[in-house]
């Protein structure tokens, strides 16, 4: 019983850090995996903008459509005028165009720009952002696109680093009582 205390107290601190490291390491990926996810939607909302804010009209600035939101791993836009109601879309979620959250567009209209998930239904979330536009005319931006994918990569990452940690604390463990043998049968060698 002394000896696997003794192995305990030594891979104890060593499980700790490889606990540690593979959170760290899973997290750093997911975020870098979602972050990724609103880089297409940022050009989009970001240019939309600045052509409505120029007094372009909102259906021209729409690209084709219609994207099914909630099938449709394609971005959509949808243009919101300044009191939040959708004036031109390319994306529909079941036939309609989804309102966004009032607290977004209060946020958005101080702030400029906010990066969101937004889950409009149960099944369907969205790497969304949101612009807020100003000139001649002013209201609303948003470009979206489906996260299905991006949640299947995260998915796999965390199952790989679940994997992974598990390797390094049985791998740790075996380490430290190999090394805990082999010091107590030098020390028996002594005597």
Not at 85 to 98: H, T
Not at 139 to 155: H, N, P, Q, Y
Not at 161 to 190: D, I, P, Q
């Amino acid at each position: 019983m002394n000896k696997l205390l003794e192995v305990l107290k030594h891979w104890m601190p060593i499980a700790a850090v490889a606990t540690i490291l593979s959170a760290l390491v899973y997290a750093a990926v997911q975020q870098d995996l979602r972050l990724s996810a609103n880089d297409p939607q940022i050009q989009m909302a970001e240019d939309a903008a600045v052509q409505l804010a120029r007094g372009m009209p909102p259906a021209t600035v729409i690209p084709d459509g219609p994207v099914d939101i909630g099938r449709s791993l394609a971005p959509f836009l949808v243009v919101y005028n300044d009191q939040g109601a959708p004036v031109a879309s390319s994306g529909k979620l079941q036939g309609q165009i989804p309102d966004l959250p009032t607290g977004v567009l209060d946020y958005v209209r101080t702030s400029g720009e906010d990066r969101i998930t937004w889950q409009p239904v149960p099944e369907v979330r969205l790497a969304s952002v949101v612009v807020h536009y100003q000139g001649v005319q002013s209201g609303f931006v948003l470009a979206a696109r489906s996260l299905r994918e991006i949640e299947k990569r995260e998915d796999e990452v965390e199952l790989e680093a679940g994997l992974a940690w598990l390797a390094c604390l049985a791998a740790s463990l075996v380490l430290v009582a190999l090394a805990e043998w082999l010091t107590n049968r030098g020390v028996a060698r002594r005597n």
